[in-house]
């Protein structure tokens, strides 16, 4: 079982992170002309590049878009820490007040994908769950739950046990 919000799977190779320190997320930036702005779309979470299971026969590792015009990238750390973690997560909503007077609507391209990014940071259980998520959606393992009780904590490590055993 993963150790929930401190070992994510990489998107970039499918192995375990298993250090926080060593996890890297990166994402694009482009600029939208029906919005007027930039925003920011295709999250991941991956190795960084000097501990990647794939650095042996990739340049860039488990990254995707260190070439792509637009890319950005941090540690995964700087959004899970306690003193800018969450400040960092909701930057990419709204830059606030202060920063724009003139608030015309998130940075994000995708509003799904980044919450599920976000989910996969912020709900314990979470990042393992959603690997059994299609066949619990297939086996209706979620019929008497609402928008909020699939997301549950105690719902996700219900789904982890009764999945996880299927596949071993």
Sequence with gaps: MLE?????????CGEVITDI??????WLDKFNEEKG???????????HTSVSPKKGYSQYGCSKYPNHIGCNDTYLASFLNNNNGMA???????VGPYRDKNFTGPRIEDIREYVEFMR???????????????????????????EIGIYSVNNLKRLIAEYSNNRD
Excluded at 88 to 94: C, K, Q, V
């Design 4 to 12: 929930p919000l401190k070992e994510f799977i990489c998107d970039g």
């Design 21 to 26: 320190k060593d996890g890297w997320v990166e």
């Design 37 to 47: 702005k930039h925003v920011e779309y295709g999250f991941r979470i991956v190795h």
């Design 88 to 94: 960092h997560i909701l930057s990419l909503l709204d």
């Design 120 to 146: 996969r940071l912020l709900i314990p259980h979470y990042e393992e769950a959603r690997m059994y998520w299609n066949d619990a959606l297939a086996d209706d393992f979620f019929r008497d739950d609402n």
